[in-house]
Nanobody
Framework: VQLVESGGGLVQPGGSLRLSCAASGFTFGITDMSWYRQSPGKEREWVATITSGITSTYYADSVKGRFTISRDNARNTVYLQMNSLKPEDTAVYYC???????WGQGTQVTVSS
């Protein structure tokens, strides 16, 4: 299982970023996918999940209405569109396929003026 996150960067409060996670080593189309994040000194926390098949999406209360998770099964890629970013969204963002233990290297998102 390999997960490669990209798309992070420095953005001002109120700005937007789109994260991508390219997955390989498993049958992506039948696997639920999630995004997590970890801020300095804090536990890694769940952000969002998208199911396989007839897709459903779930969000942490802290990002609901601002973030959108989506997937492209033809590209084995899951996305996280982040709008109205706040300084408290600053973290390293990771994607994960819940049945597997593997984590990618993450992508840093910094929200600062």
């Amino acid at each position: 299982v390999q997960l490669v996150e990209s798309g992070g960067g420095l953005v001002q409060p109120g700005g937007s970023l789109r994260l991508s996670c390219a997955a390989s080593g498993f049958t992506f189309g039948i696997t639920d996918m999630s995004w997590y994040r970890q801020s300095p000194g804090k536990e890694r926390e769940w952000v969002a999940t998208i199911t396989s098949g007839i897709t459903s999406t779930y969000y942490a209360d802290s990002v609901k209405g601002r973030f959108t998770i989506s997937r492209d099964n033809a590209r084995n890629t899951v996305y996280l569109q982040m709008n109205s970013l706040k300084p408290e969204d600053t973290a390293v963002y990771y994607c994960k396929a819940p049945p597997f233990a593997s984590w990618g290297q993450g992508t840093q998102v910094t929200v600062s003026s």
